[in-house]
């Protein structure tokens, strides 16, 4: 059977990273719902600016933590119980890895325990934001949820990778031996507006490239895939996992594969640029392919993205135009 509306009014949803990119949207879409939403952000990756639409929402409150330190139990917000706790807290650029790459492996684990502890405490449903990275780079493709992933233990990625895979043990865990209601849902690239210009992620990166004039730096020979996905479907996948009782993990993103350097010549065209394309060195460990096998979402989810890629881009080409001037 396919999930029906769980959660709404009347119900109590704790976000992390409320005030990032996926986060921040997916708070507007349960706020929307009639749910209250409590964002619980330390604005290491995110922004104010995200949810700053949101100020006058009497049925929002964003709290500033670092919820590797635990939850902000001190703030009346929190303290009360909550019906569903979203776990989407994380750097998540490649950048980050090398930047940030203690925090990442700290909100991942610790992080993710407290709000385990929590989510059991308050018999909450708990969904746990994992990733593609969870299958490092596949032997496999296209990756079904099956599939137990390449992932270098030691690599520069891993820090990210494997930060996710403890996630997600975790939460098995805690649904396993601690009766835990839990939802993974594995993102697979995801773009859209209040993506960060500089975040280092290819669209983003292409884009502001793009508009800039500047040359396109596409990795390597820019053969590597990537299935990219425009926000508000997969902001309709989690919800729609929220809504189930299923654990998964379970994929979500598009089957809307395509090669980097066919995605930087698509921004190139959209934004109506003269920038041309400048291959540079390819990072460590970078994943040659990736494409979801969403059979699962389907099934089970009633999952089907539907928006146009170029119709994705050009949404996202529109608010970078305007962030940057
Ligand atoms: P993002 O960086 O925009 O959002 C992450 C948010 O978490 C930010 O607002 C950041 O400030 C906050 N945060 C990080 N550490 C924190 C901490 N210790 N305490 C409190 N807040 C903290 O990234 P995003 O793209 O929106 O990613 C959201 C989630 O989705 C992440 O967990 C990421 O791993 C996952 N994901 C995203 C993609 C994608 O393509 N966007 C793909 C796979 C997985």
Redo the contacts with the bound molecule.
Sequence with gaps: MLPVPRFGDGHRVLV??G?????SHLVDRLVARGCAVVA???????SKENVAHLTDEPRFTLVE????DGLPDHHPAVRQRFDAIMH??????PTDFATLPI?IL??GSL?TLHLLDRAVADRARFIM?????AYGDPLVHPQPETYWGNVNPIGVRSVYDEA?RFAESATMAYHRYRGLDAGIVR????YGPRMRPDDGRAIPTFISQALRGEPITVHGTGGQTRSICYVADLVTGIVALLDSTETGPINCGTEHELTMRELAEQIVQLVGSSSTINLVARSSDDPEMRRPDLTLARTRLGYQPTVDPQDGLRRTIAYFRQRLG
């Excluded at 933590?65 to 590797?68: L, Q």
Aim: hydrophobic share 40%.
């Design positions: 992390t990273g005030a990032g990119f996926v986060g619980v952000d330390n604005f290491v990756t995110g933590a670092d919820i590797s989407l807290a994380s750097p998540a650029s925090e700290r909100v992080a934001a994992s990733t593609s990275e996710k993102i697979f690239n995801t």
